[in-house]
């Protein structure tokens, strides 16, 4: 018989190598602001009304709030018109407590602009659902957003206002 010992360059190695890797984990999630307005309860809740005409606007933004750790909003912003009156109105700010760690300096605003809203969005999709719901109509289900082109045009944006 053998005595098979492991050295240093066993697997305390690969240990370290996958520590050293990129990482990605959500802390915490929230509801940072909501407000839901119907200003013509109850007399837009009837039946008989016209589909609205539905305008949502959505922004990003992410920042440091500690070592490794970034605060990411989703902002969301819902206007259901029924010709120039307005049926509801939604606003809200829905935030994620995100830690990184080892993300490349150029890879780390993609990843906080177009990951990191990617991961919070089905969660703030429920709460759109169940203010519209819980006001009367029916669930509001947003499409899903394309966090990359949303995050090309910031990115033409700002270059366009350095030029």
Do not use: W
């Amino acid at each position: 018989m053998t005595d098979q010992t492991q050295g240093g360059n066993g697997g305390g190695q690969d240990d370290a190598a996958a520590q050293q890797g990129p990482r990605l984990a959500i802390l915490t999630q929230y509801v940072k602001d909501l407000s839901f307005e119907n200003p013509r309860a109850p007399f837009g809740l009837q039946p008989n009304q016209p589909r609205p005409e539905i305008q949502i606007n959505v922004d990003v933004r992410a920042g440091q709030i500690g070592d490794e750790q970034f605060e990411v909003i989703l902002d969301l912003h819902i206007e259901a018109k029924s010709g120039e009156n307005a049926v509801f109105l939604i606003e809200l700010v829905y935030g994620g407590l995100f830690a990184l760690a080892n993300i490349p300096e150029d890879s780390l605003q993609p990843l906080l602009l177009i990951e990191c809203p990617r991961l919070l969005f089905p969660f703030a999709r429920r709460v759109v659902a169940d203010c519209t719901r819980d006001g009367g109509f029916p669930p509001l289900m947003i499409d899903p957003i394309d966090f990359v082109t949303l995050y090309r045009r910031r990115v033409q944006q700002a270059g366009e206002a350095q030029a």
